[in-house]
């Protein structure tokens, strides 16, 4: 079965620290990767997707086919990354995402 | 460019009532999606559609209905309100399918008592 699974709800660190969000997925196929982020009080969007092999406001994933990953890197997290991250992977099917349950990251100053 | 618009954005039922999700694009997508979220858990699709006058439905359509007469409005219908709808109900749209960018409304909060 198709899952997505982010193990941390919470994660929290200094300003200025790396940040790793990680991200594990089962799927049988050629997996097509996401990261959604809610700032507060704004709506869900896309930050970035594997396939562009893009950096958004500083943060990186990688896909690591051998460990079925997509973990979200940024070297210095800053404040205004606090916010809700979702994985998301994309089915062959039905014009479905699956989603994880979210990590919830805070920035400490 | 107001994006996805849902309304409302909260509401109390209770059991055995009815009521609409309203829900509407002004970006001239062909798909829409309507994603439900209970606490700590991720979304889980309920229905779809990619182009006015086609509906399907998703992983959870049970207990939900909806129609797409035009390419902005995608309403979502809850016939007789259960306590198991309780969640958060997002909208959203895409230019192309669920690989491309989802735009996303800014989600109603429905509780059923």
């Known amino acids: 079965a198709q899952r997505v699974t982010q193990p941390e709800k919470l994660l929290s660190v200094f300003k200025g620290a790396p940040v790793e969000l990680k991200c594990n997925y089962s799927?049988?196929?050629?997996?097509?990767l996401f990261w959604y982020v809610q700032y507060s009080r704004q709506r869900l969007q896309l930050l970035l997707r594997?396939?562009?092999?893009?950096s958004i406001k500083g943060f990186t994933a990688d896909l690591n086919k051998g460990e079925t990953s997509f973990h979200l890197k940024k070297p210095f997290a800053q404040e205004e990354d606090s916010a809700m991250y979702y994985c998301?992977?994309?089915?062959?099917?039905?014009?479905?995402?699956?989603w994880g349950a979210g990590t919830k990251l805070i920035i400490k100053p | 460019n107001a994006g996805v618009t849902q309304t409302p954005k909260f509401r109390i039922l209770k059991i055995g009532q009815s009521m609409t999700l309203q829900c509407t694009q002004d970006?001239?997508?062909?798909?829409m999606y309507w994603y439900r979220q209970d606490p700590g858990m991720g979304l889980k699709l309920i229905y779809y559609?990619?182009?006015?006058?086609?509906?399907d439905k998703g992983e959870v359509p049970n207990g939900y209905n909806v129609s797409r007469s035009t390419t902005e409005d995608f309403p979502l219908r809850l016939e007789l309100a259960a306590p198991s709808q309780t969640s958060v109900y997002f909208c959203?749209?895409?230019?192309?399918?669920?690989?491309?960018?989802?735009?996303f409304g800014n989600g109603t909060r429905l509780t059923v008592t």
């Open positions: 559609s990619v182009g006015a006058g086609i509906t």
């Open positions: 959203a749209s895409s230019y192309r399918d669920q690989n491309s960018p989802l735009h």
């Open positions: 594997h396939i562009s092999r893009e």
């Open positions: 970006m001239n997508h062909n798909y």
């Open positions: 799927y049988s196929g050629s997996p097509e």
């Open positions: 998301a992977l994309s089915s062959d099917s039905n014009y479905q995402l699956i």
